[in-house]
């Protein structure tokens, strides 16, 4: 008798087999939707904005910008009433202060960011800048002497006549050999491009000027412009007598040079700094002003000024 056998079992595992990766594959496609569904519909949307600079002064902008997914309206508000519905821009405030830039996306999604505006630095600036004060015009073999106004720690003078850095430090003493206009170049520390300034140094041997000396009306120049520093050594008036002697004298030169005689002593000034320490000097007494003028030329190129101290104590020209 023979004997019928059949073996299922190999069918049944190729059967289990199948079915453990059915229920893999979908429990790998159920939790791709759900994240899916997580991502898109349930998790939270935030917004994403930014701005350049928290603190900045009144002359700078604001800049800022918005990142946030899917945003379709923007308001930002600058704190002072002001605002904007672009996306991404710039903003000046007009007053310094402390504010609270805020960003509404989409009427619901907000971000704050606080911002503090300063005033602009205008002493900053200032502090900054050097400038050159002293006479735009000398004489040759006289002791001329420029000075460096603003701060600073190195201070290289040179005066265009050797081509060279003839002096350092904030006060600067140089006697020129030949006439003749020059540049003088001032370098410090604090400032990228040099300070300039032009002088004039001419030589009164070579007769090029004409120096009005005593004689008919010319006594009464000399006389009138030693009554009006005279006046300004006296205490009166200083606007007044200043500002006759700029406008008739110089011809609107407030840095015409001053050559002083005091008490044995030579010294070189501008016209401004001599007259400015004059009401300071106390018991100034004006013995002698007379002037030189630029060729062909009403306007006075020099003052040549001798005066002495009233009071027994040295004048300060």
């Not at 009427?107 to 606080?114: C, M, W, Y």
């Amino acid at each position: 008798m023979s004997e019928n056998y059949n073996d299922s079992r190999p069918v049944n595992t190729n059967r289990q087999n199948y079915i453990f990766v059915y229920i893999f594959v979908s429990i790998l496609l159920l939790a791709g939707l759900i994240f899916l569904f997580k991502s898109s519909l349930f998790e939270k949307r935030e917004a994403n904005a930014q701005i350049a600079s928290d603190e900045f002064s009144l002359s700078e902008s604001l800049v800022y910008s918005d990142n946030t997914r899917d945003a379709k309206k923007w308001l930002w508000e600058f704190g002072n009433g002001d605002s904007s519905p672009s996306q991404n821009g710039t903003y000046r405030f007009r007053k310094p202060g402390s504010y609270i830039v805020r960003l509404t996306v989409d009427g619901k999604l907000q971000q704050q960011f606080p911002v503090n505006v300063r005033d602009t630095l205008i002493k900053t600036v200032q502090d900054t800048v050097v400038t050159i004060n002293g006479p735009t015009s000398g004489i040759v073999n006289e002791e001329i002497r420029l000075e460096a106004n603003g701060s600073g720690k190195m201070f290289e003078w040179s005066f265009g006549e050797t081509g060279r850095v003839d002096m350092k430090g904030p006060n600067a003493f140089y006697t020129y050999q030949k006439p003749g206009t020059y540049t003088v170049i001032l370098r410090t520390d604090i400032m990228k491009k040099p300070v300039y300034q032009r002088i004039v140094i001419t030589d009164p041997r070579a007769a090029l000027d004409t120096v009005i000396t005593p004689g008919d009306d010319n006594k009464k120049v000399m006389d009138d412009l030693r009554a009006r520093l005279q006046a300004i050594a006296s205490g009166k008036d200083f606007n007044s007598n200043y500002y006759y002697i700029v406008r008739k004298y110089t011809c609107g030169d407030e840095k015409a040079a001053v050559q002083i005689e005091a008490d044995g002593q030579k010294k070189q000034s501008d016209l401004y700094s001599y007259c400015m320490r004059l009401t300071f000097g106390g018991g100034v007494v004006i013995d002698e002003a007379q002037v030189t003028l630029k060729p062909n030329s009403t306007c006075a190129s020099m003052i040549n000024i001798k005066q002495h101290s009233n009071s027994g104590r040295k004048s300060n020209p």
